[in-house]
């Protein structure tokens, strides 16, 4: 089979692309779709983990950055402006940086975890730490964004969705078949959204005859679609990137879960938490926001609202190693630190 060229060229077909765009790359996407028997058994289904935090900036992000920034280049931008809970910028200063531009991100001072601060610092984006959480950070590019010219590269930019859309192709190109129920964090509502428009081609292409149900997960302290509220003035959960008051994309979402009968949890962060370990002992490690739509599945099942034997498919949006502080915390164990020395060691293995 022929190597893979990227996400732009392997589905250029459903992309808005002009030979002028160009095929700009890191060998985004083409992400692994990974059986989950634990958590299958658990769950009474068949679960699969669409892992996106093998993407190369670690999260599902790369996807929406790499048609969005070949976009701006097409059309002959030098500067990107974001708002952030942190992928994004890691995303964008990446792509920025491979296309030769100037890139600068706005992100929630002391709410951003420490893997992907390091990750804007190093692909050498411009960082502004606002005192404020996402919701000011992204009203501040909006208005930014209308006076200078500088492209904004937030969700709100339909690029993005037409990048992030061809996640669903890939489930579904991977499970030859939809499945039955999608389920995936929601913060600020873009990915719920692109996942919708992808599906709904494929199926206007006839490559699958249904849509799935899309399950959108937020965290309880950050859950406007999943209350019912038009916003959530402080919004906290340790999931930081789903740290978010007023989804741009509300209404895209909520449109999402209506065509497809879907539904909007919300779950706690101790349920995201305990999902996250669950996850980990099952091979993958992912970052704690990413965690939720399993959280949701358990609690679904929970309460009796998950059929048994349907083909699931939960999306991991982020790397663990995103977000390593959590991880130390959320598991309570620290090293045994002893002599470098056969009698010490061996003294700790056979207890
Ligand atoms: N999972 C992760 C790991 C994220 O980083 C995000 C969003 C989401 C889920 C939610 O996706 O916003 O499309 O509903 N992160 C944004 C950022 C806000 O700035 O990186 P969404």
Known sequence: TAAYRGLLHAYKAYLPLTDRTPLLTL????????????????????????????????????????????KAVEDGATSLICASTGNTSAAAAAYATRAGLRCVVLVPDGNIALGKLAQAVAYGAEII?????????????????????????????????????????????QLGRAPDILALPVGNAGNISAYHKGFREYHTHGKISRLPRLWGVQAAGAAPLALGLSHVAQPETIATAIRIGNPASAHLAREAVRDTNGLFEAVTDDEILHAYRLLAREGVFCEPASATPVAGLLKLKAQGNLDAGQHVVAVLTGNGLKDPGTALKANAVEPLVVDATLSAVLSVIRG
């Open 129 to 173: 730490a606002v005192r404020g959480n996402f919701d000011d950070a992204l009203t501040l590019v909006r208005d930014i964004a209308a006076t200078e010219p500088i492209a904004l590269v937030n969700s709100v930019n339909p690029y993005r969705l037409e990048g992030q859309k061809t996640a669903a192709f890939e489930v579904v190109d």
């Open 27 to 70: 060998h985004e996407g083409n992400t692994p779709l990974i059986h989950a028997p634990r958590l299958s058994d658990a769950l009474g289904v068949t679960l699969h983990l669409k892992f996106e935090g093998l993407n190369p900036t670690g999260s599902f992000k790369d996807r929406g950055m790499v048609m969005a920034v070949a």
